[in-house]
């Protein structure tokens, strides 16, 4: 969505909501096939003082 030539705050909101809307309508999220966070890298035991990732 292109609103560079619209001036308007109120009217460039309203014009990028309905975009928005539109596209999420055109194709939906998909769920996923795992869970979140279940593939992030693992932390097995760390000695104090040390940062973790």
Known sequence: MNTKNVTDRAERKALKRKARKEAEAKSPLQPR???R???KKKVKRMAKGQRKR
Do not use: Q
Request: glycine fraction near 16%; avoid cysteine; hydrophobic fraction near 0%.
């Open 37 to 39: 966070g279940s593939k």
């Open 33 to 35: 096939d795992y869970e």
